[in-house]
């Protein structure tokens, strides 16, 4: 295989990612008036035991800075969605935390989120290519 393969196929996964993204924000937005950011906050902390995370660890799974974070959480916890809360090991960070409606709107804009991702993604892939694109993203991720 060719570099210039191995470029298009770079371009053409960075293009087919901002078009799903757009896509799939559009929905959360035209159908609960919910960022998609706002889901991706969301959707962390739901995943974790406690449904809340330590701020400098949501920054790091969202992969954007602690300054950027808390100005964005500003917004979040604004509208309702989540909290933050005084580390209760030794008193010096701060957690954020998914609320009753943070919950409740992520599982009624997940169940449209994962239906979105199903048709305008795995809708248009074969198993194999699935597998395929799994392997070699992770190997990616892993040498990164």
Do not use: C
């Not at 960022?35 to 954007?64: F, G, K, N, T």
């Not at 808390?70 to 933050?84: C, L, P």
């Not at 809708?123 to 993203?137: C, F, S, W």
């Amino acid at each position: 295989m060719s570099d210039s393969d191995r470029i298009e196929a770079w371009r053409l996964m960075i293009t087919a990612q901002r078009r799903l993204t757009d896509r799939l924000g559009e929905e959360l937005e035209n159908k609960f008036d919910l960022p998609l950011e706002w889901y991706d906050v969301m959707l962390h902390l739901y995943e974790q035991p406690d449904r809340h995370m330590r701020m400098h660890e949501l920054a790091e799974s969202l992969l954007v800075s602690r300054s950027a974070l808390t100005r964005f959480i500003d917004k979040v916890e604004g509208a309702g969605f989540v909290e933050r809360l005084p580390a209760y090991e030794d008193g010096r960070g701060t957690y954020v935390a998914l609320t009753d409606a943070g919950l409740e709107a992520f599982t009624q804009a997940g169940r449209v989120h994962r239906s979105g991702i199903l048709e305008h993604f795995g809708a248009h892939l074969t198993d194999a290519e699935v597998q395929a694109l799994r392997t070699g993203l992770r190997r990616v991720l892993d040498g990164g």
